[in-house]
C-alpha cells in the first residue's frame, strides 16, 4: 500500500489547513489510519488516528480540540484538519496505516505498516 500525503504549507499562527492522505489500494479501507509528526532532531510523536469505520479516534493532547481527522466514504482517503495553529505544531506531518482491523488506535509509529512521505506544515508566529 502506497501512502500520498498532500496539504501543508505555510500559515499564520491560528490559521487552518487540511492535510490529505490518499491510500493506493482499497485494501486500506479496513486499516486503522493515523497522522505523525516530526521536527529535526526530535522523535516522531503521535498527532491522531482513525478506526477503518471512522467509529473511534484519538488524538494527542497537544491537539485536541483543535484538530480533526476523518475518513472519506471510500474510506481510503483520510483528512487531518488543524485549526487554531501554533508555531509548536509547526513539523513534517507523515500520514501512516497500520494493517489491522482493531478497534483501538494505536499511538505508537511502530504499529504502523506502511508510510507516506511527509508533508510539510509550517506555522509562523
Known amino acids: 500500500v502506497q501512502l500520498q500525503a498532500s496539504g501543508g504549507g505555510l500559515v499564520q499562527a491560528g490559521g487552518s489547513l487540511r492535510l490529505s492522505c490518499a491510500a493506493s489500494?482499497?485494501?486500506?479501507?479496513?486499516?486503522?489510519m493515523g497522522w505523525f509528526r516530526q521536527v529535526p532532531g526530535k522523535e516522531r510523536e503521535f498527532v491522531a488516528a482513525?478506526?477503518?469505520?471512522?467509529?473511534?479516534?484519538r488524538y494527542a493532547d497537544s491537539v485536541k480540540d483543535r484538530f480533526t481527522i476523518s475518513r472519506d466514504k471510500d474510506k481510503i482517503t483520510v483528512y487531518l484538519q488543524m485549526n487554531s495553529l501554533k508555531p509548536e505544531d509547526t513539523a513534517v506531518y507523515y500520514c501512516?496505516?497500520?494493517?489491522?482491523?482493531?478497534?483501538?488506535?494505536?499511538?505508537?509509529?511502530?504499529?504502523?505498516?506502511?508510510w507516506g512521505q511527509g508533508t510539510q506544515v509550517t506555522v509562523s508566529s
Open positions: 489500494e482499497r485494501t486500506a479501507s479496513s486499516y486503522i
Open positions: 482513525i478506526t477503518w469505520g471512522g467509529s473511534r479516534t
Open positions: 501512516a496505516a497500520e494493517a489491522d482491523v482493531g478497534i483501538v488506535p494505536s499511538v505508537f509509529d511502530r504499529s504502523y505498516d506502511y
